[in-house]
């Protein structure tokens, strides 16, 4: 019955005008595997809140990145969840080049230091002086040494890691170190596109010790970088026959390398889930297509997928796409996104907080087709793409799905 279920409805995807490739996975009922320093329940109440199950269970698989083994066992998870609840589910697959670092690191005097590659950085072994450029790295503050064949090496802030290369670059530099301005590594760091030299992003704790060393110590830099082509699963769950939705709820289920992904973005996936849940037995629930997105830390590819391979009709059948990223921590709820949607959520909920963007998440994909987008979320905190995104509040997320339903209910009855 579930393999007759899977093919009726990849007829119906198609029908509605979805051409990419998708796989149903078998129900799986799986127990992820344990990782060392998971935060555990911290309350009965919590023990008991199965959205706050579902955040640590994703989170005890340890990093989410697209294209790894992790993301088949989460979205098995996924998949298994959706079904208990009594949707039908199916896996979207598509094709991206990610870039990948395999290694990279400095060595200062016989010591290897480990770093990170920022994406976008170009390979190469270098061995060059090391000159340490003052502030941030400015034309102004680079003007100021001679990095010209040496490595600089910066701190993090005020103006972007592209801008940091290209001025190294204008220099005269032949590689550049980017230091964290906070405890920490650098996580995540992006050049948003190709740079010249190769750039590496070190911890505050190794890379502060350098700036402050004597100029021009000679040091072995070593990015060790490449792009590969991955292929992400969008996790997509409705009841059967429903083949054009009113809405979409969605939210990114991967994370970034190193980080768990408790807040960014478990917490999003398990209040779609939630809502899900309470709305399976309900009319609204076959109006519905509930979405878990992958790539969205690679640069929304999941969600640009979905649209991409969406015909016309479908999109424009939608009445919004509501999103839902980085809910389980901080008190304040805020909402951004399309004027007409952002009106409808204060009718529902007044004292709500406004924002006006629509990009930097997966809404954004949408709101590029001009789908009316809703997009949740509480603001960065410390833990953001660190190893320590390992646990939020659970309060949070049953206000979230509180809110998230009552805003949908009244979309849905919107004409």
């Not at 706050?52 to 340890?62: E, F, H, I, R, S």
């Not at 050049?191 to 890379?207: I, N, W």
């Not at 990009?359 to 833990?383: I, M, Q, T």
Request: glycine share 10%; aromatic share 6%.
């Amino acid at each position: 019955m579930t393999a007759q279920l899977n093919k009726n409805q990849a007829n119906s995807w198609l029908q509605a005008g979805l051409v990419a490739v998708l796989v149903s996975l078998p129900t799986a009922c799986m127990q992820p595997n344990r990782v060392e320093g998971v935060v555990q329940l911290p309350s009965t109440e919590a023990e008991s809140n199965s959205t706050y199950a579902d955040v640590q269970n994703l989170v005890n698989l340890g990093p989410r990145v697209a294209g790894t083994p992790v993301m088949e066992k989460a979205s098995s998870y996924l998949i298994d969840q959706y079904r208990k609840a009594g949707y039908i589910t199916e896996v979207q697959t598509f094709t991206y080049q990610k870039f990948a670092d395999l290694g990279s690191n400095l060595t200062v005097d016989n010591v290897t230091i480990e770093g990170q590659a920022l994406n976008g950085s170009i390979p190469g072994k270098l061995n060059a002086p090391l000159v340490a450029v003052p502030n941030v790295g400015r034309s102004a503050d680079f003007a100021a040494v001679n990095v010209k064949g040496a490595i600089a090496i910066v701190k993090r802030g005020e103006i972007r890691f592209s801008q940091k290369a290209e001025n190294a670059a204008a220099a005269g530099a032949v590689g550049l170190i980017i230091v964290n301005n906070q405890p920490g590594d650098l996580y995540g760091g992006s050049l948003g596109g190709e740079a010249k030299l190769p750039v590496l992003g070190l911890s505050a704790e190794k890379g502060n010790p350098l700036i402050a060393r004597i100029p021009n110590t000679q040091v072995n830099l070593n990015v060790n970088a490449q792009r590969q082509i991955v292929t992400g699963r969008n996790v997509i769950a409705h009841l059967p026959g429903v083949t054009q939705p009113k809405a979409i709820l969605g939210g990114h289920y991967d994370s970034v390398a190193g980080s768990p992904g408790a807040n960014d973005n478990a917490s999003g996936t398990a209040v779609v889930l939630a809502i899900a849940r309470n709305l399976s037995n309900t009319p609204q629930a076959r109006q519905i297509w509930f979405v878990a997105f992958d790539g969205e830390e690679d640069g929304l590819h999941g969600s640009r997928a979905f649209v991409n391979a969406a015909q016309p009709q479908f999109l424009s059948g939608l009445k919004g796409m509501m999103n839902f990223d980085m809910v389980g921590v901080n008190n304040q709820l805020s909402i951004g996104g399309t004027s007409s949607l952002t009106s409808l959520a204060q009718a529902s909920l007044p004292q709500i907080k406004t924002f006006g963007s629509t990009r930097g998440s997966d809404h954004a994909s949408f709101a590029d087709k001009n789908v009316p987008v809703l997009f949740f979320y509480r603001g960065s905190e410390r833990n953001y793409h660190t190893p320590n995104d390992k646990t939020i509040d659970p309060k949070l997320l049953d206000q979230t799905t509180q809110v998230g339903l009552d805003i949908l209910k009244r979309l849905l009855k919107t004409g």
